[in-house]
Structures are given as C-alpha cells and as structure tokens.
Nanobody, 130 residues
Framework: QVQLVESGGGLVQAGGSLRLSCAASGRTFSSSNMGWFRQAPGKEREFVAA????????YYADSVKGRFTISRDNAKNTMYLQMNNLKPEDTAVYYCAARGEGSSWYGIDRRMNPFSYDYWGQGTQVTVSS
C-alpha cells in the first residue's frame, strides 16, 4: 500500500519554473515505478512523465520533453517534477501515481496508461499565466 501527497503547485508566469514534490508513505515506494499525470478542465487525464523504481530510467510525453525533469529520492520516499519554461497549456491539476510493486517498467503503453497505476495522490493545481 502506498499513500501519495503532492505539493509545490501554484501560479506562475509563462516561461517560469515550478518544482512539484510527491511524498509517499508505505514500504513499497522504493520498489514502485512512478509517474506524473495532469488533467485540464474538460480534458482527459494525460501522461506527463514516468520514472523507474531505481531512478535510472525515465520517460516523457513529447509535449514536455526538454522542459520537464522527473526524478526520485528513495531515501526520502519522494518523487519530483521540475518544470521549466512553463507554458499556458501546461495549466492543469497534476497528479502523482504509483504502480503496484513488481510491475514491469517495460512497455511504453502501460507506462503511459493511467489505468496501469494503482495509487494516486489528491493532485496539485498548476496555473501558468500568459
């Protein structure tokens, strides 16, 4: 069982930066593949980035590649999303999510599919003004 709490959202101007954090409790965090998703009003939840349980492999949506960086610190049971050069279209509620212990990192479709994730945080709002 993993409990997730996001923080770090807020209002920022276009071109600015924010760092989101996802604090996890539960003994399986360090063995869980993790991801960030976002959902804008009236839109479906979409994949943003994923990180392997060991932290040595990452994957990004094309829309954020080169601007966002996902990372994790297993010693602190925390995952991060550094967001640079933010754009108004990045405005959304951002969610962190964890896959079940033992899930495979391999398989891009599963990595990007929200239904592949078993645990979710409550979300944090990111608003980018133009």
């Amino acid at each position: 069982q993993v409990q997730l709490v996001e923080s770090g959202g807020g209002l920022v101007q276009a071109g600015g930066s924010l760092r989101l954090s996802c604090a996890a409790s539960g003994r399986t965090f360090s063995s869980s593949n993790m991801g960030w998703f976002r959902q804008a009003p009236g839109k479906e939840r979409e994949f943003v980035a994923a990180v392997r349980w060991s932290g040595d492999s990452t994957y990004y949506a094309d829309s954020v590649k080169g601007r966002f960086t996902i990372s994790r610190d297993n010693a602190k049971n925390t995952m991060y999303l550094q967001m640079n050069n933010l754009k108004p279209e990045d405005t959304a509620v951002y969610y962190c999510a964890a896959r079940g212990e033992g899930s495979s990192w391999y398989g891009i479709d599963r990595r990007m599919n929200p239904f592949s994730y078993d645990y979710w945080g409550q979300g944090t709002q990111v608003t980018v003004s133009s």
